[in-house]
């Protein structure tokens, strides 16, 4: 069982930063899979980044590549999304999520069992 809760959303203007944390609770060892997604209203929900805990490698997508770094703390039971050059179009609902079995980078919220309640994130123009 994993347990994740997000922190760190708030309201910025265009440009500003902000960045999110997800501490996990549970087995450590048991999660192979992290990630980020977003969801705004009357959107799918759409993935930001994924974190792979046993190499510590990243992949963000390309609508934030360049703005948005995904890190782990030195306990790695948190994960965080830095968030840079925020953009009225970022604003949503972030959510982060884990599974207990790694499938490469496929970055679709179906292959992720376990998530966050969210934190709100509104960038104003």
């Known amino acids: 069982q994993i347990w994740l809760m997000e922190s760190g959303g708030g309201s910025v203007q265009a440009g500003g930063s902000l960045r999110l944390s997800c501490v996990a609770s549970g087995d450590r060892d048991s999660r192979r899979s992290m990630a980020w997604f977003r969801q705004a209203p009357g959107k799918e929900r759409e993935g930001v980044g994924m974190f792979h805990p046993a190499d510590g490698d990243t992949y963000l997508a390309d609508s934030v590549k360049g703005r948005f770094t995904i890190s782990q703390d030195n306990t790695k039971n948190t994960l965080f999304l830095q968030m840079n050059n925020l953009k009225p179009e970022d604003s949503a609902m972030y959510y982060c999520?884990?599974?207990?079995?790694?499938?490469?980078?496929?970055?679709?919220?179906?292959?992720?069992?376990?998530w966050g309640q969210g934190t709100q994130v509104t960038v104003s123009s």
């Open positions: 999520a884990a599974d207990l079995v790694w499938r490469g980078w496929r970055l679709n919220p179906v292959f992720f069992a376990y």
